[in-house]
Protein backbone atom coordinates (compact mmCIF):
# COMPACT_ATOMS: atom_id res chain seq x y z
CA UNK A 1 0.00 0.00 0.00
CA UNK A 2 0.80 3.40 -0.96
CA UNK A 3 0.20 6.40 1.04
CA UNK A 4 0.26 9.99 -0.12
CA UNK A 5 0.41 13.41 1.78
CA UNK A 6 -0.31 17.01 0.15
CA UNK A 7 0.77 20.02 1.78
CA UNK A 8 1.14 23.55 0.67
CA UNK A 9 -2.07 24.63 -0.95
CA UNK A 10 -3.62 28.34 0.46
CA UNK A 11 -4.87 31.69 -0.83
CA UNK A 12 -2.80 33.54 -3.51
CA UNK A 13 -3.34 36.39 -5.78
CA UNK A 14 -3.67 36.45 -8.95
CA UNK A 15 -0.09 36.11 -10.94
CA UNK A 16 1.53 34.89 -7.58
CA UNK A 17 3.55 31.88 -6.99
CA UNK A 18 2.19 28.93 -4.96
CA UNK A 19 4.24 25.21 -4.39
CA UNK A 20 2.63 22.11 -3.72
CA UNK A 21 4.28 18.81 -2.12
CA UNK A 22 3.18 15.22 -1.64
CA UNK A 23 5.24 12.69 0.18
CA UNK A 24 4.44 9.42 -0.74
CA UNK A 25 4.95 6.33 1.88
CA UNK A 26 4.75 3.01 2.33
CA UNK A 27 5.03 0.65 -1.01
CA UNK A 28 7.61 3.00 -2.76
CA UNK A 29 9.10 0.52 -5.13
CA UNK A 30 5.57 -0.06 -6.76
CA UNK A 31 5.56 3.59 -7.87
CA UNK A 32 6.04 3.86 -11.59
CA UNK A 33 4.48 7.57 -11.60
CA UNK A 34 3.34 9.96 -9.67
CA UNK A 35 1.33 13.69 -10.37
CA UNK A 36 -1.14 15.99 -9.89
CA UNK A 37 -4.89 16.49 -10.57
CA UNK A 38 -7.40 18.97 -9.87
CA UNK A 39 -10.93 19.48 -9.11
CA UNK A 40 -12.43 23.07 -9.33
CA UNK A 41 -16.20 23.43 -8.39
CA UNK A 42 -18.99 21.99 -10.59
CA UNK A 43 -15.96 20.70 -13.13
CA UNK A 44 -14.46 17.16 -12.84
CA UNK A 45 -11.12 16.07 -12.48
CA UNK A 46 -8.34 16.85 -14.78
CA UNK A 47 -4.55 16.08 -15.19
CA UNK A 48 -2.35 19.27 -14.20
CA UNK A 49 0.50 17.34 -14.86
CA UNK A 50 2.70 13.89 -13.97
CA UNK A 51 6.14 12.55 -14.19
CA UNK A 52 7.08 8.49 -14.70
CA UNK A 53 10.23 6.97 -13.14
CA UNK A 54 12.13 7.94 -16.42
CA UNK A 55 12.02 11.56 -15.57
CA UNK A 56 9.94 12.23 -18.87
CA UNK A 57 6.92 14.63 -17.60
CA UNK A 58 3.89 15.64 -19.31
CA UNK A 59 1.38 18.93 -18.85
CA UNK A 60 -2.00 19.50 -19.42
CA UNK A 61 -2.17 22.42 -21.90
CA UNK A 62 -3.35 25.14 -19.11
CA UNK A 63 -0.72 24.50 -17.17
CA UNK A 64 2.37 24.36 -19.95
CA UNK A 65 5.22 27.38 -19.34
CA UNK A 66 3.58 27.65 -15.74
CA UNK A 67 3.66 25.06 -13.67
CA UNK A 68 6.31 22.52 -13.05
CA UNK A 69 6.59 18.85 -11.93
CA UNK A 70 9.13 17.51 -9.94
CA UNK A 71 10.29 14.27 -8.10
CA UNK A 72 12.99 13.86 -5.40
CA UNK A 73 13.20 10.13 -5.13
CA UNK A 74 15.54 10.20 -1.96
CA UNK A 75 12.58 12.01 -0.21
CA UNK A 76 9.85 9.84 -1.92
CA UNK A 77 8.07 12.97 -2.76
CA UNK A 78 6.86 15.21 -5.62
CA UNK A 79 6.32 19.23 -6.17
CA UNK A 80 4.48 21.09 -8.13
CA UNK A 81 5.39 24.43 -8.41
CA UNK A 82 2.86 26.66 -9.96
CA UNK A 83 3.66 30.71 -11.26
CA UNK A 84 1.63 33.22 -12.73
CA UNK A 85 -1.71 31.76 -10.99
CA UNK A 86 -4.68 32.77 -12.36
CA UNK A 87 -8.76 32.42 -10.97
CA UNK A 88 -9.23 29.76 -12.94
CA UNK A 89 -6.40 27.39 -11.48
CA UNK A 90 -8.55 27.84 -8.33
CA UNK A 91 -9.46 24.15 -6.91
CA UNK A 92 -8.79 21.13 -5.05
CA UNK A 93 -5.23 19.48 -6.13
CA UNK A 94 -4.94 16.01 -5.78
CA UNK A 95 -1.94 14.04 -5.89
CA UNK A 96 -2.01 10.50 -7.70
CA UNK A 97 0.41 7.35 -7.56
CA UNK A 98 0.08 5.24 -9.92
CA UNK A 99 1.56 1.60 -8.98
CA UNK A 100 2.36 -2.03 -10.17
CA UNK A 101 2.01 -4.63 -7.95
CA UNK A 102 1.81 -8.35 -8.63
CA UNK A 103 -2.15 -7.76 -7.71
CA UNK A 104 -2.38 -5.57 -10.83
CA UNK A 105 -2.22 -1.38 -11.32
CA UNK A 106 -3.75 0.84 -8.66
CA UNK A 107 -4.46 4.35 -8.05
CA UNK A 108 -3.63 6.19 -5.02
CA UNK A 109 -4.92 9.63 -4.04
CA UNK A 110 -3.78 11.95 -1.54
CA UNK A 111 -6.95 14.01 0.50
CA UNK A 112 -6.59 16.84 -1.87
CA UNK A 113 -5.42 20.43 -0.90
CA UNK A 114 -7.13 23.91 -1.81
CA UNK A 115 -5.73 26.31 -3.86
CA UNK A 116 -7.56 29.91 -4.24
CA UNK A 117 -6.37 32.35 -6.22
CA UNK A 118 -8.32 35.20 -5.75
CA UNK A 119 -7.55 39.19 -4.73
Known amino acids: QVQLVESGGGLVQPGGSLGLSCAAS????????MGWYRQAPGKERELVATTINDGSTNYADSAKGRFAISRDYAKNTVYLQMNNLKPEDTAVYYC?????????????WGQGTLVTVSS
Open 26 to 33: GSIYSIYA
Open 96 to 108: NAKTRTGYGYFEI
